[in-house]
C-alpha cells in the first residue's frame, strides 16, 4: 500500500532531463530556498481554482519564477484532491520551466520530485532529492523525497534511515506520522502502524478539512490493510464526512463498508469515486461487487475501462492492471511480462508479491515461491499477499503451510476482496484446513 494520493502520466521530459545536468545545489541555495514563500497544501477546491487561474494568467503575461513556482504547488494540491492526471502534467511543466528559469530554485525542485513521484519515477525523484541533500543532509523535503523514493524503489534500509531525520526534527509532523506508518506495516508491525496512522490524523484538527480528510483516509486504508475493520471504517466515514468529493476517501469507505457486506452501498460510493477518477483499482473493485450482486453487464464494463485506462497510462498503472489480470485469472502471460519490468526497478515487497500472483496465475510455481517468499522476507502481514502465498503453498503441494497461510490471510481481514477471500475459503475448506 501507498499513502493515499492520485497518480499521471509524464508530460515534459526532456525539460527535466536537462535540468538534472545541472550543476548541485549549493548550501547558498538551500538557505535562499528557504526564505521563500510556499502557497498553503489543502486549500478548499474554490479556492484552488481560483488562485490557479490567477496565477495561471500571471503566467501567461510572463510571469517570475515564483509564479510559476506557485503554479505547481498549486496543480499538484488540486491533483492531490481530484485525482486529476493533467494536474501532475501542469504541474511537472510549471516546476521544469521554474528551474529553467532558476536552477537553484531547492524549493521548486522538491515539488517537482513530488510530481516525478505521481508518475512513478522514482529514480528521477530521487536523483532530484539526492542533489539537495548533497548540499544540505538535514533538508526535510529532500529526506522526504529521498525516502519516498527509496521506499517505493525496494530500498527499505534507507528509507528508514531518511524517515528516521524526518522523524528527529518533526516527530509529531502528520506526514511524518504517516511514513513512519507505513514503514513499520512493511516490516509487520501492525500495531505500531495503526497507532502512528491513528496519531496522524488526530494531530490534523478538523476545521482544516480537507487535510483532516486526507489522514483519515490513510488511517482508514492502512487499519483496513492489518485488519482493524472497525477502525477502518469510523476512519473512512469520518474522512468522507471532511472531505465528501474525495475519490481516495470515498474508494476507502466503499471498501470497508463491501467487507462488512453492505454491497449496495459500497457499489454507490465506487461509483462516486469512479465518476471523478476512473482509477483501476476502484474500478476493478467495482466490478467485483457488480459481479457479485448478479449485475454481469456493468461489471464487464468496469472490467473493460481497467485496461482502457491502464494502458493510457502503463508506466503508472502497470501494478494495477498485473493485479487485475492475476486476480481474474486472464492475461497471464501479460500479468508476468508486466511484473517482471516492474521489478526490474522497483524491488519492493508489494512488487515481489504482484510478480509471485502473476507467476501463479501462469502455473509457474517454483518462480512464484521465490517471489513470495521475498515479498514477506521483511515479516509484511497483509491478507493478499497472505493469500497469494497460500495458494501458491496449496500448489506445490505443501498442504500445511498452505493451510495457515490462507487460515491467516482470514484472520488479518475476512474481507480483505469480496471475490479473493471467497476463493481464500474454498482452497482453505479443500486442503482440509477450515477453521
Known amino acids: 500500500m501507498s499513502l493515499v494520493v492520485a497518480v499521471a502520466v509524464v508530460a515534459v521530459a526532456g525539460n527535466v532531463v536537462r535540468f538534472l545536468d545541472r550543476p548541485r545545489f549549493t548550501a547558498q541555495d538551500v538557505r535562499a530556498s528557504a526564505s521563500s514563500p510556499v502557497p498553503p497544501a489543502f486549500l478548499p477546491l474554490p479556492e484552488l481554482d481560483r488562485l490557479i487561474g490567477e496565477f495561471e494568467r500571471r503566467v501567461e503575461d510572463g510571469g517570475t519564477t515564483l509564479d510559476l513556482g506557485f503554479l505547481g504547488a498549486l496543480y499538484l494540491d488540486r491533483a492531490r484532491a481530484t485525482g486529476d492526471i493533467a494536474d501532475h502534467e501542469r504541474a511537472e511543466r510549471a516546476l521544469t520551466s521554474a528551474l529553467d528559469r532558476h536552477p537553484g530554485d ?38 522526504a523525497a529521498a525516502g519516498d523514493a527509496h521506499l517505493a524503489l525496494g530500498d527499505h534500509a534507507a528509507a528508514a534511515r531518511s524517515f528516521a531525520a524526518l522523524e ?7 506526514s511524518v506520522l504517516v511514513r513512519r506508518a507505513e514503514v513499520a506495516r512493511i516490516e509487520g508491525d501492525n500495531d505500531e502502524a495503526l497507532r502512528l496512522a491513528g496519531r496522524a490524523a488526530e494531530t ?37 464526512d471532511l472531505d465528501p468529493h474525495s475519490p481516495a476517501a470515498l474508494a476507502v469507505l466503499a471498501r470497508t463498508r463491501a467487507a462488512g457486506g453492505a454491497w449496495r452501498e459500497a457499489i454507490g460510493l465506487y461509483e462516486e469515486a469512479t465518476a471523478a477518477v476512473p482509477h483501476p483499482t476502484y474500478l ?17 464494463a468496469a472490467y473493460d475501462t481497467v485496461a482502457v485506462i491502464a494502458r493510457l497510462s502503463p508506466t ?3 501494478r494495477q492492471l498485473a493485479r487485475f489480470y492475476a486476480d481474474h485469472d486472464i492475461e497471464a502471460a501479460a500479468a508476468v511480462k508486466i511484473t517482471s519490468a516492474m521489478l526490474a526497478v522497483r524491488h519492493d515487497v508489494d ?10 496465475r501462469a502455473g509457474d510455481l517454483a518462480p512464484a515461491r521465490a517471489a513470495s517468499d521475498l515479498a514477506l522476507a521483511l515479516g509484511t502481514r497483509s491478507a493478499p499477499m497472505l493469500y497469494h502465498a497460500g495458494l501458491i503453498s496449496a500448489a506445490l503441494g505443501d498442504t500445511a503451510r498452505a493451510a495457515d497461510e490462507l487460515a491467516a490471510a482470514l484472520a488479518i481481514n475476512p474481507g480483505f476482496s469480496p471475490l479473493q477471500a471467497v476463493e481464500a475459503r474454498r482452497a482453505l475448506e479443500a486442503i482440509g484446513g477450515a477453521r
Not at 116 to 131: E, P, V
Not at 168 to 174: I, V
Not at 214 to 232: E, K, P, S
Request: proline share 4%; hydrophobic share 50%.
Open 106 to 143: 531547492v524549493a521548486a525542485a522538491i515539488l517537482l520530485a513530488g510530481a516525478r513521484q505521481s508518475r512513478h519515477d522514482f529514480t528521477g525523484a530521487l536523483d532530484i532529492a539526492g542533489k539537495v541533500l548533497r548540499a544540505d543532509p538535514g533538508h526535510l523535503g529532500a529526506n
Open 168 to 174: 528527529a526534527a518533526a516527530p509529531d509532523n502528520p
Open 204 to 240: 490534523v484538527p478538523l476545521h482544516r478539512r480537507r487535510e483532516a480528510g486526507f489522514y483519515r483516509a490513510f488511517a482508514a486504508q492502512l487499519a483496513f490493510d492489518v485488519g482493524d475493520l472497525a477502525v477502518a471504517d469510523e476512519q473512512a466515514a469520518a474522512a468522507v
Open 284 to 300: 476493478g473493485e467495482l466490478g467485483d461487487l457488480y459481479t457479485l450482486t448478479g449485475d454481469e453487464e456493468r461489471a464487464a
Open 316 to 318: 503508472i498503472y502497470d
Open 351 to 360: 512488487g515481489y508479491d504482484a510478480h509471485a500472483w502473476a507467476l501463479y
